[in-house]
């Protein structure tokens, strides 16, 4: 298969920093779009990917999964897309199609595994896939989404990410008016959650251990912000209809499941490397549940931005030149920033 190269910043060894380099992308297929990356997101996840820290980084590594650009080019078989459309692309760049999950449109849980768009193997020219910090990608349409024409576009990037992640359990949980929902830890995944839910109509409190964000979570919208590390604050706490749990370090998780109601949900969509313990007590009192949830598959991720527009939701970020990737990813390190960096590849 023929290839062409592409201007991409990433890194050859965990100890390195970020730097720029060419990376081949795949010429466009009868099924495929080009698209220029105008904004690339930074997660944490490419922060951990960068540094090897779940041990599973295939170097070099391009990474970015929070990606909005324009088509410049549509193969011959693609009636989704036009050039100059807008367009999004997020984690998931292909999967089985055909497996039960991915036929109700749950490509996430695709029973062969679905295809990162970065560090996953390339099915196409081998190697692994590269992501969103570069100049252009390529994608098989169907993976492509279409990105309504929000007033700041760079702040919807981490909606590819940050935004469906907190989406998908919101709605399967059936948040709306007349619940009560938590939401613990208030950084790029839990500033989305708070924003997305008083928008399904629901009643909002913040658990956080900073006292600085506590004025923060209102500002952002919540009904009430708890310092979880007041005993007598989370005394006073009780009937959550379900408690989305964003932190990704270890952290005592029955404090949260002693606030849920009867039947209540601890969902947690936050990754901590080290195991977290749950007493029988915290689930047994109450028949309560602790469950997980990954991102959500394509046609819930273009409901995502849809329903984003519509409510005016867009990130809280920190826009940088590509030129300061390496000084951005320094300070997401240190938790220096509120809430998301995202890079201006025109830059």
């Keep these: 298969m023929k290839t062409t190269l592409t201007k991409a910043f990433g890194t ?15 010429t466009v297929l009868d099924n495929d779009v080009e698209i220029e990356i105008l904004y690339c997101g930074i997660c944490h996840s490419d922060l951990h990917v960068l540094r090897d820290d779940w041990g599973i980084t295939v170097f070099p590594v391009v990474p970015g999964h929070e990606n909005i650009g324009k088509v410049t080019k549509a193969g011959s078989k693609v009636n989704k897309f036009k050039i100059g459309d807008l367009a999004a692309i997020g984690c998931i760049v292909d999967s089985c199609g055909v497996c039960s999950h991915c036929n109700h449109g749950e490509e996430q849980y695709c029973e062969s595994g679905w295809t990162l768009v970065f560090n996953a193997p390339d099915k196409h020219i081998g190697g692994v896939t590269y992501g969103g910090f570069s100049q252009k990608i390529v994608c098989d349409a169907e993976y492509v989404l279409k990105m309504p024409e ?8 981490p909606l590819l990410c940050a935004g469906i992640t907190v989406y ?11 619940k009560k929902v938590g939401i613990v830890g208030i950084g790029g995944l839990g500033h989305m959650a708070v924003k997305i839910a008083k928008a399904l109509g629901a009643h909002v409190t913040v658990f956080t251990t900073s006292k600085d964000k506590m004025d923060d979570a209102k500002h952002l919208g919540a009904d009430e912000a708890v310092l979880s590390k007041d ?10 209809d379900m408690v989305l749990d964003t932190v990704s370090a270890k952290h005592d998780v029955n404090a949260y499941l002693n606030v849920l109601k009867v039947d209540g949900s601890l969902v947690l969509v936050g990754l901590p490397s080290e195991p977290l313990e749950i007493g029988a007590f915290s689930i047994v009192s109450g028949r309560k549940s602790f469950s997980g949830s990954s991102i959500g598959g394509i046609a819930e991720t273009q409901e995502m931005l849809e329903f984003c527009y519509d409510h005016n939701i867009t990130a809280d970020i920190e826009l940088v030149k590509s030129s300061g990737i390496n000084e951005a990813l320094a300070r997401l390190e240190k938790g220096d920033v509120k809430y998301r960096f995202v890079i201006d590849m025109k830059s």
């Design 168 to 178: 998908s359990p919101l709605k399967h949980w059936k948040v709306g008016p007349g």
């Design 150 to 157: 929000f007033k700041d576009l760079a702040a919807a990037a």
């Design 12 to 26: 050859e060894a965990a100890h390195l920093p970020v730097k720029g380099m060419d990376i081949n992308r795949r």
């Design 231 to 240: 005993s007598e604050q989370m005394k006073n706490q009780s009937g959550f």
